[in-house]
């Protein structure tokens, strides 16, 4: 059984946010601000590292089940992914969007690709 994990970069949840009012709604600062792992993000992975433990004993076989951490961004996520495999995962894949995304990720939302 392949469990798959989506996991998402986020700014640390322990730091103070600041907005650049220039920018409009979407005016959070994001340099030099540190990023971590979403919070329920790295509870889903312990979650998943615990389903395949169980699954393991209960089978008597290693590779009865498999972590995959799956993230989506710019190539910042692969600290993201490290983090995961740091924690048990077995894979992690990451799917490079490039500069061209904007931070808040609205052009993978439907209605940014349908435009």
């Not at 998402?8 to 946010?17: F, G, Q, S, T």
């Not at 329920?40 to 992975?45: D, L, Y």
């Not at 992914?81 to 490039?98: C, E, K, P, Q």
Request: positive net charge; proline residues 5%; contains cysteine.
């Amino acid at each position: 059984m392949k469990i798959l994990v989506p996991i998402k970069r986020v700014i640390d949840y322990a730091i103070k946010i600041r907005v650049d009012p220039t920018k409009g709604p979407h005016g959070v600062q994001t340099k030099n601000v540190k990023m971590s792992m979403n919070p329920f993000c790295e509870i889903a992975i312990e979650e998943a590292i615990r389903l395949k433990e169980t699954l393991v004993k209960s089978t008597k076989k290693k590779d009865a089940a498999e972590v995959v951490a799956v993230s989506i961004g710019p190539k910042q996520c692969s600290e993201t992914i490290r983090t995961a495999l740091a924690m048990g995962a077995d894979r992690g894949i990451h799917v490079d969007t490039g500069g061209e995304l904007r931070g808040d990720y609205v052009d993978l939302q439907p209605w940014g690709i349908a435009r």
